[in-house]
């Protein structure tokens, strides 16, 4: 928060230790909302434009990842409204394989080590999870990554999402089992081999 009143201030060095400390995380969490590495470094680029072009209004009051998240969650809400009007699909998550198989369960039948020659391992296993979250819907993957990656607070996710404490519990509720639903196959493949 300190970093940010200097930015408010227009404290150029200050902007550029708040890039360094966040472009990672930012990056990591728009690539798992819109899929696309590259597009996840253009709105991680777009929300610090608005965080400059903001830094006049900045009031400390919540935690500033807080304030930056819930700009980025507009950022890329944003960027999948538009990706949807154009009618671009997320081959990943939403596509089958050219077996006709859904990617999800190709994907959890090939790491299962039901496939001849796969064996079981941790990258694997995060490919499977990527696949799911993936999966789930907008605002579900939000709350998710949210939660489990930056260890925000349901009240902060609220703050983000423009959402009550307890829809964002019942959101991640949702989410959680639609993970479970997905990966449920996986982990009994996974729980036989042991």
């Avoid at 489990?148 to 703050?159: C, M, N, P, R, V």
Wanted: proline share 2%; net charge neutral; charged share 25%.
């Amino acid at each position: 928060m300190r970093l940010m009143l200097r930015v408010r201030d227009d404290d150029a060095s200050a902007f550029e230790q708040l890039m360094c400390s966040y472009q990672d995380r930012l990056v990591r969490l728009m690539t798992h909302l819109v899929g696309r590495r590259d597009m996840a470094e253009d709105l991680a680029q777009e929300t610090f434009l608005r965080v400059f072009r903001s830094r006049h209004r900045y009031v400390p009051g919540s935690k500033f990842s807080t304030w930056l998240y819930t700009i980025a969650h507009n950022v890329a809400s944003n960027a999948l409204r538009g990706l949807s009007r154009r009618r671009e699909v997320n081959l990943v998550s939403r596509e089958s394989d050219e077996t006709g198989g859904n990617l999800i369960e190709v994907a959890a039948l090939a790491a299962s080590g039901l496939m001849p020659t796969r064996q079981l391992d941790k990258a694997e296993l995060c490919e499977v999870v990527k696949i799911a979250v993936a999966a789930l819907n907008e605002r579900q993957r939000m709350a998710v990554l949210l939660n489990k990656f930056e260890h925000l607070s349901y009240e902060e996710i609220a703050d983000v999402m423009g959402m009550s404490p307890s829809a964002v519990k019942s959101l991640l509720s949702r989410a959680r089992a639609s993970l479970r639903e997905l990966l449920d196959p996986y982990l009994q493949q996974g729980d036989a081999d042991v």
